[in-house]
């Protein structure tokens, strides 16, 4: 299994761009990059999934280099609330039947 | 509405009274699991589902028993809770579709307390 290694915690401010970046040096050749977004005392969210290069939705875009030992998710122009935990998960059901592991995840806090 | 609930939300028990928090889906998921998140400790997989009949042990299954005998329903049993399962509980689910792990849609959390 992926273990997924992120900053513990980032600080930015509204209007500003912002980029968590994952690292995962042990990604197999079918595993899949999700993000989740969770809010305190809320279930986790889905943001965005990608395998390779770049994906934008409205939301959010994933970046994603060559050697997928790391992925980026990039959030623009952040209001506040996108104060949040996000979380960086990476497999894919045929490596690892239905084992999942989440990180720890970075908690973003955006100050107005 | 496709959702994922959980019951009771909150809970509130004493050691080694046994209980069950139930976790139920509309949205015709194969696949189920459960995690549990603590302070510092993000989310860690208890249990999880690939099927009706089929469950499997994820990193923190010590404690814990579920069963899988309905598509929609995957009850989380603790037969003689700690206080060391105190914890905010969550259920998700997910289609397995492809080769990707899937969205999985969590439900509103279950925050237990053992005295």
């Known amino acids: 299994l992926a273990k997924t290694t992120q900053p513990i915690s980032m600080d930015s401010y509204e209007g500003q761009e912002v980029n968590i970046t994952c690292s995962h040096n042990?990604?197999?050749?079918?595993?899949?990059i999700t993000w989740y977004q969770q809010f305190p005392s809320q279930g986790p969210r889905f943001i965005i999934q990608?395998?390779?290069t770049k994906v934008t939705n409205e939301v959010a875009s994933l970046f994603i280099p060559a050697d997928r030992k790391s992925s980026t998710l990039s959030l623009p122009r952040v209001s506040l609330s996108d104060t949040a935990v996000y979380y960086c998960?990476?497999?894919?059901?045929?490596?690892?039947?239905?084992?999942?592991?989440f990180g720890q995840g970075t908690e973003l806090s955006v100050k107005p | 509405e496709a959702q994922v609930t959980q019951n009771p939300r909150y809970l509130i028990t004493v050691t080694g009274k046994k209980l069950t928090v139930t976790c139920s889906q509309n949205?015709?998921?194969?696949?189920m699991s459960w995690y549990r998140q603590d302070p510092g400790l993000g989310l860690r997989q208890i249990y999880y589902?690939?099927?009706?009949?089929?469950?499997d042990k994820g990193d923190v299954p010590e404690g814990y028993k579920v069963s899988r005998k309905e598509k929609r329903n995957f009850p989380l049993i603790l037969e003689s809770p700690s206080p060391n399962q105190t914890s905010l509980y969550f259920c998700?689910?997910?289609?397995?579709?492809?080769?990707?792990?899937?969205?999985?849609?969590f439900g509103p959390g279950t925050r237990l307390t053992v005295l």
């Open positions: 998700a689910s997910s289609l397995l579709a492809g080769a990707s792990t899937d969205t999985q849609y």
């Open positions: 042990n990604i197999a050749t079918n595993d899949y």
């Open positions: 990608g395998y390779k």
């Open positions: 998960l990476v497999g894919a059901w045929y490596n690892q039947g239905g084992k999942l592991i």
């Open positions: 949205m015709n998921h194969e696949y």
């Open positions: 589902s690939m099927n009706v009949e089929v469950t």
